[in-house]
């Protein structure tokens, strides 16, 4: 069954080489069957910092690893006002994936790639109505007992934060957003934005969320932390279960930390066992 690497938020332009560097090696060693990236690939979609980003994915293509990626937020233009509403995503069309939503099946699982950055809402997802359709019709093709995965750069929750209060809303339109993944029978949620890693059941965040497992990536290279270390996730996928390993920073490279097993019981997941997910303190 599949092993991914999801990545998220590596804000080349605002990045530390050292972890690119150590990302790339862990990469290696993983051996994974895809690497997602849920976007913000830049800090402030300058060309350098595309020029940096797209370098770090023809390495480790290079390497033999297969990558599906959506854009963030921070890949359209902030600054450059005319750029950011004639044309917000040309630079990473050009440098990233010409594909805004992108699919790729594997042995084992599905999974598509929604693109929810927008010139409007910059900090804000949004899913469109034609991006519903896909989801609905993407999913309707393929094997409904292979997992069905689906990844965004922003969450489609409020998201809880260790004992403090949760994030705001972050995604326009959400009852329909969710309405659609429930409908096209999505297993896991794959997402980035806040940078910090969390897991937890759809059903026990929002109402009529459907049976997917909702898995938010820490930030894997950025400089930019919030209250917790660089890291990303390794994730295991075998029959019902999903078991989430967080890869963090030890300060000399990237190492295995919390991980948590995950099961399929009467169309909820069910923590299994593992370490709870929680936010490393930074240093």
Not at 107 to 127: D, E, Q, Y
Not at 139 to 168: C, M, S, W, Y
Not at 194 to 213: E, F, M, Y
Request: net charge negative.
């Amino acid at each position: 069954m599949p092993r991914l690497i999801h990545l998220s938020d590596l804000h080349f332009g605002a990045h530390d080489p050292i972890l690119v560097t150590a990302v790339e090696k862990r990469l290696d060693e993983e051996a994974p069957d895809l690497v997602v990236i849920s976007g913000d690939f830049t800090q402030r979609a300058r060309i350098e910092q595309f020029e940096q980003a797209a370098a770090f994915l023809m390495r480790i293509r290079d390497a033999g690893h297969e990558v599906l990626a959506v854009p963030g937020n921070h890949d359209v233009p902030l600054y450059d006002v005319l750029r950011r509403f004639l044309s917000p995503l040309t630079r990473y069309k050009r440098y990233i994936d010409d594909s805004l939503c992108p699919f790729i099946a594997l042995p084992g699982a599905a999974v598509l790639g929604i693109n929810t950055a927008r010139s409007l809402t910059f900090k804000n997802g949004h899913v469109s109505h034609q991006q519903m359709a896909l989801i609905r019709e993407t999913f309707a093709k393929t094997n409904d007992r292979q997992p069905r995965i689906l990844v965004t750069h922003h969450p489609l929750f409020a998201l809880p934060i260790g004992d403090g209060p949760e994030l705001g809303h972050v995604m326009d339109h959400q009852e329909m957003a969710l309405e659609a993944i429930a409908d096209a029978g999505v297993d896991l949620l794959l997402a980035g934005h806040n940078h910090r890693a969390s897991v937890n059941d759809a059903g026990s965040l929002a109402t009529g969320a459907g049976k997917a497992l909702v898995i938010q990536a820490g930030t894997a290279t950025s400089t930019r932390t919030r209250d917790e270390l660089q890291s990303f996730n390794r994730i295991e996928i075998d029959g019902s279960g999903v078991q989430v390993t967080i890869q963090r920073w030890d300060g000399g490279g990237f190492v295995s930390g919390d991980s948590q097993l995950f099961e399929r019981h009467d169309e909820r997941w069910e923590f299994a066992s593992g370490e709870q997910v929680a936010a490393a303190p930074t240093s």
